[in-house]
């Protein structure tokens, strides 16, 4: 009774299911026909916007070819010897080929102060239309339908001391092949119209045709387009107009292809409904109650092994879908524990150099100092300074600078015993925690490692660089508190260290408050 129950209750939520997902598709295909023609049209404004973006962009650019010419000091030497003195003008065209002929342009003139042509003589039409502009004082840009088509001109004053000497102007076609361009950029179509005739056009069939427009559609050859109008600043009205457009029929077509291919997703759903359903009537018991007991025990906070079937329904399926979960979760906590660990040692270690920070000095000493106490032991601490690191750092740069702390990190690591620690206290000062039998014994010690900095040359690309190191070393007071101890050991050290670099540096310097009355106060590289 209780399966026949639950069958029941099976068939009524696939029903419910099936009522949904049909009204779901009516929904969605009313839905997205209306977002679809609504985002045709802000898809073409922006578009548009784009468009409008790119001719700034090039126009921007034209103007700054027009400058570069305009700017050169030889070109403006040149028009002063022509306007001057009235030399010839083909050198000022030699120059031009020689020093600008790179300049991706289609055509270029220079003119004098009347505006008379002196490089480019072949472009007459282009000059008689800048000497139409009634004044050309300031740079600009404007837009010319020539015999070669619709063209962009930059236009730039040569000037010498405040003086106009001439101008230079740069062109660019607008032609077929720049529409071609634009077309495989927006995937639209472009129109070039004057007096409502089309002039050129990316559609191959669609020339002289009259070009009438109804709430920015146009109907040509049974095809609707959704066109926009892209500004062309600074055209005058006889000039053509530039029309972007996006074929609305093709949206229509789309949308019953759409249409077609929902509805047959939506009985290829209704189907699968039912054939779910069957099967999961058929294997509901055993993999459900597997997964449910898994499903406990991850709730109890285990991660225990599922063995994987071969699958053979959908349960199974997700039998093994659990397994796969259960190995990714295991996985993914060994990652994290894996992580955590990574974080925890960048916490406490310093990036550059892999030694201890002052952070975990702070942390690791309560623990180091009640060790010693306990052992009757004295820890010592050994403060190490690089000499002249800045003189390193201001020669060769900052670069060679951490090549030099890497290096010395390294001999650390090296010369040091496991029951040591060593920590990076700041810029080119170290710290070492040592526990020894006595001063000397503490002195012994730093001085080996300044020895073997100094013999141990540091290379940084070519350079060659000989490190030396300062040291002072105080020892550890019994009966303080952590604090106070570390707090005293440091100063103590650090005086010993300023010791040892007023004495002239090389050096290992051991406090006086800690240094025997038969013991030598410091220990350098002549010993």
């Given at each position: 009774m209780?399966?026949?129950?639950?069958r029941?209750?099976?068939?009524i939520?696939?029903?419910?299911?099936?009522?949904?997902?049909?009204?779901?598709?009516?929904?969605?295909?009313?839905?997205?026909?209306?977002?679809?023609?609504?985002?045709?049209?802000?898809?073409?404004?922006?578009?548009?916007?784009?468009?409008?973006?790119?001719?700034?962009?090039?126009?921007?650019?034209?103007?700054r070819?027009?400058?570069?010419?305009?700017?050169?000091?030889?070109?403006?030497?040149?028009?002063?010897?022509?306007?001057?003195?009235?030399?010839?003008?083909?050198?000022?065209?030699?120059?031009?080929?020689?020093?600008?002929?790179?300049?991706?342009?289609?055509?270029?003139?220079?003119l004098?102060?009347?505006?008379?042509?002196?490089?480019?003589?072949?472009h007459?039409?282009?000059?008689?239309?800048?000497q139409?502009?009634?004044?050309?004082?300031?740079?600009?840009?404007?837009?010319?339908?020539g015999?070669?088509g619709?063209?962009?001109?930059?236009?730039?004053s040569?000037?010498?001391?405040?003086?106009?000497?001439?101008?230079?102007?740069?062109?660019?076609?607008?032609?077929?092949?720049w529409?071609?361009?634009?077309?495989?950029?927006?995937?639209?179509?472009?129109?070039?119209?004057?007096?409502?005739?089309?002039?050129?056009?990316?559609?191959?069939?669609?020339?002289?045709?009259?070009?009438?427009?109804?709430?920015?559609?146009?109907?040509?050859?049974?095809?609707?387009y959704?066109?926009?109008?892209?500004?062309?600043?600074?055209?005058?009205?006889?000039?053509?107009?530039?029309?972007f457009?996006?074929?609305?029929?093709?949206?229509?077509?789309?949308?019953?292809?759409?249409?077609?291919t929902?509805l047959?997703?939506?009985?290829?759903?209704?189907?699968?409904?039912?054939?779910?359903?069957?099967?999961?009537?058929?294997?509901?018991?055993?993999?459900?109650?597997?997964?449910?007991?898994?499903?406990?025990?991850?709730?109890?906070?285990?991660?225990?092994?599922?063995?994987?079937?071969?699958?053979?329904?959908?349960?199974?399926?997700?039998?093994?879908?659990f397994?796969?979960?259960?190995?990714?979760?295991?996985?993914?906590?060994k990652?994290?524990?894996?992580?955590h660990?990574?974080?925890?040692?960048?916490?406490?270690t310093?990036?550059?150099?892999?030694?201890?920070?002052?952070?975990?000095?702070?942390?690791?000493?309560?623990?180091?100092y009640?060790?010693?106490?306990?052992?009757?032991?004295?820890?010592?601490?050994?403060?190490l300074?690089?000499?002249?690191?800045?003189?390193?750092?201001d020669?060769?740069?900052?670069?060679?600078?951490?090549?030099?702390?890497?290096?010395?990190?390294?001999?650390?690591h090296?010369?040091?015993?496991a029951?040591?620690?060593?920590?990076?206290?700041?810029?080119?000062e170290?710290?070492i925690?040592?526990?020894?039998?006595?001063?000397?014994?503490?002195a012994?010690?730093?001085?080996?490692?300044?020895?073997?900095?100094?013999?141990?040359?540091?290379?940084?690309?070519?350079?060659i660089?000989?490190?030396?190191?300062?040291?002072?070393?105080?020892?550890?007071?019994?009966g303080?508190?952590?604090?106070?101890?570390?707090?005293?050991?440091?100063?103590?050290?650090?005086?010993?260290?300023?010791?040892?670099?007023?004495?002239?540096?090389?050096r290992i310097?051991?406090?006086?408050?800690?240094?025997?009355?038969?013991?030598?106060?410091?220990i350098?590289?002549?010993?």
């Open positions: 209780q399966f026949r129950s639950y029941a209750k099976l068939v939520y696939m029903a419910m299911l099936i009522v949904f997902l049909s009204a779901t598709f009516i929904y969605s295909y009313t839905y997205i026909q209306r977002v679809m023609l609504d985002e045709s049209n802000n898809h073409l404004v922006r578009l548009k916007q784009l468009l409008n973006g790119h001719l700034n962009s090039e126009r921007s650019e034209l103007e070819y027009a400058a570069i010419v305009a700017q050169d000091l030889r070109v403006k030497e040149y028009m002063y010897v022509i306007t001057g003195i009235g030399g010839s003008s083909e050198p000022l065209s030699k120059l031009y080929e020689r020093e600008f002929g790179w300049l991706p342009i289609d055509r270029r003139i220079i004098n102060g009347s505006r008379q042509i002196l490089v480019g003589r072949q007459k039409d282009l000059a008689a239309a800048i139409k502009i009634t004044d050309i004082s300031n740079n600009t840009t404007f837009y010319y339908q015999k070669m619709l063209e962009m001109v930059a236009l730039a040569i000037k010498y001391r405040d003086n106009i000497l001439g101008f230079v102007a740069v062109s660019r076609l607008l032609n077929r092949a529409l071609e361009k634009k077309k495989r950029i927006t995937e639209g179509e472009f129109f070039l119209v004057r007096n409502k005739q089309v002039l050129m056009t990316t559609l191959s069939d669609f020339r002289n045709i009259q070009f009438n427009l109804n709430k920015n559609k146009l109907v040509a050859d049974s095809v609707a959704r066109i926009y109008q892209i500004d062309l600043p600074g055209i005058s009205s006889d000039k053509p107009e530039l029309w457009g996006s074929s609305e029929t093709e949206i229509i077509a789309k949308l019953d292809k759409h249409r077609s929902m047959g997703l939506l009985v290829t759903g209704i189907i699968g409904v039912l054939v779910l359903g069957l099967l999961i009537i058929r294997n509901f018991s055993r993999p459900l109650k597997e997964i449910r007991d898994i499903t406990r025990q991850v709730v109890a906070g285990e991660l225990p092994h599922l063995e994987k079937y071969k699958a053979t329904n959908e349960f199974e399926e997700l039998s093994n879908n397994s796969d979960m259960l190995k990714a979760l295991r996985e993914q906590q990652e994290i524990e894996e992580t660990r990574s974080l925890e040692k960048s916490a406490i310093d990036s550059l150099t892999g030694l201890y920070n002052r952070r975990y000095m702070h942390d690791v000493f309560p623990n180091l009640a060790t010693a106490e306990r052992a009757g032991q004295f820890l010592y601490a050994i403060i300074d690089l000499d002249y690191f800045k003189k390193i750092n020669r060769y740069g900052h670069l060679a600078g951490d090549q030099c702390l890497t290096s010395f990190s390294d001999i650390l090296q010369t040091t015993r029951s040591d620690h060593l920590f990076r206290l700041g810029g080119e170290f710290l925690l040592s526990v020894h039998n006595n001063v000397i014994e503490a012994k010690f730093a001085d080996k490692i300044r020895a073997r900095v100094e013999k141990t040359p540091v290379a940084y690309t070519n350079i660089m000989k490190l030396t190191l300062s040291g002072g070393i105080s020892r550890m007071v019994h303080a508190t952590a604090e106070h101890a570390l707090k005293d050991m440091l100063a103590r050290a650090d005086a010993a260290l300023y010791e040892a670099k007023n004495s002239g540096r090389n310097c051991i406090n006086p408050d800690d240094a025997s009355h038969n013991t030598s106060m410091a350098n590289k002549s010993q």
